[in-house]
Structures are given as structure tokens and as C-alpha cells.
């Protein structure tokens, strides 16, 4: 009787030109797709940061209400020391991005309430001075302020008023957050 070999059927894969094609294509997939996300990113600290100050601010007022004292927002530096106007945080810059904290007036002494650590990415320009929220309202003393917030370092991809956000304070101490930069804002 005669031996036939059985045949086994092909291996399954990929050629090395298939493989290098797939491989040409997810590079170009992830070159295309690298900007959006990078705006993406940059996007999302600006509405986290916005949302942090807004917080804050709302926090502030609400202290003033409940402690019946005078309750201060200030820029800090890292050892979170109150700034003067215009002087540059450890990082050079002299904006809101440096950080800042609630501080409770106690009897003539400030205490340290809330603290948020700086963001260099994240530009934060509005008043100079500290905010105070005073009681029994909570109003703010000085008149109505804003804060521009943006992208330090604008791309391509991130110009424009989507990618800013304006934080609008009244009087009274209530904020608002509205798209755009806040000359532009509604």
C-alpha cells in the first residue's frame, strides 16, 4: 500500500509588506491624531482651572458668611506667602497661576483656610490685589473684577475664544463663568 502525505494546510499571518503597511498606517493615524489631543489636554486644564477658582471664590464668600469675618483670596508662592501686586511667584510669573489660598481673618491673624498649587500652563490674568469677602453678605470689596484664563503658550491648534474662559465676579461676591476671553465674553 502506497503512503500519500497528508497535506497540512497553510500557516495563517501576515506578510512583512502587509505588517509594514499596517504599521505606515497607525503612524500616520497617531501623527493626524497628536494635535487634537494635545488640545484636548490643554482644554481640560483650562475648564479645571476655572472651575478651581470659581470654587474657590464661592468658598471664600460662603467663609465670610459662616465665620462672620473677613475672608481674603490671595496669590501665593510656594511657601504660601500672600504676593504683592505684580511680584513674580517662584516661577517667574506675576499672574493668577502662581497659586493662591483662602486665608480667615482671626482676630487681626490670617489662617491658611485652602491652598491651590500653581499650574505654569495655565495662564490666569485678572486683578492684581487680593480679593476680600466681607461679612455679613459677603460682598467683595472693590468693584466688579474678572479673571481671563487661557493657554500660557498658545498653538496652532489652541487660538481663539473656545480654548479661553472668562470668570466674571460681581459685587456681591458671585461668580459666573462664561466661554471666551473676557472682553469678548457675554
Known amino acids: ?84 501686586a505684580g511680584q513674580p511667584c517662584g516661577t517667574g510669573q506675576t499672574d493668577w497661576s502662581c497659586g493662591w489660598a483662602v486665608l480667615a481673618d482671626r482676630g487681626g491673624t490670617l489662617s491658611l483656610l485652602r491652598a491651590h498649587p500653581s499650574l505654569s500652563s495655565v495662564s490666569i490674568v485678572g486683578t492684581q490685589t487680593n480679593l476680600t469677602f466681607t461679612p455679613p453678605a459677603g460682598q467683595l470689596i472693590g468693584t466688579f473684577r474678572s479673571f481671563d484664563i487661557a493657554p500660557r503658550a498658545p498653538s496652532k491648534a489652541t487660538q481663539g475664544d473656545k480654548w479661553r474662559r ?10 459666573r463663568i462664561a466661554e471666551g476671553a473676557c472682553g469678548t465674553a457675554s
Not at 44 to 69: F, H, M, P, W
Open 1 to 84: 500500500m502506497k503512503q500519500h502525505a497528508i497535506a497540512s494546510p497553510p500557516c495563517g499571518g501576515f506578510t512583512l509588506v502587509e505588517t509594514l503597511v499596517v504599521v505606515a498606517l497607525l503612524a500616520v493615524v497617531v501623527l493626524w491624531a497628536t494635535p487634537s489631543f494635545v488640545a484636548w489636554q490643554v482644554r481640560d486644564q483650562v475648564d479645571a482651572r476655572a472651575k478651581a477658582l470659581v470654587s474657590t471664590l464661592g468658598y471664600a464668600r460662603s467663609e465670610a458668611l459662616r465665620r462672620g469675618a473677613r475672608v481674603t483670596v490671595c496669590r501665593t508662592d510656594a511657601a504660601r506667602h500672600c504676593l504683592a
Open 166 to 175: 472668562c470668570i466674571r465676579i460681581a459685587a456681591g461676591g458671585r461668580t
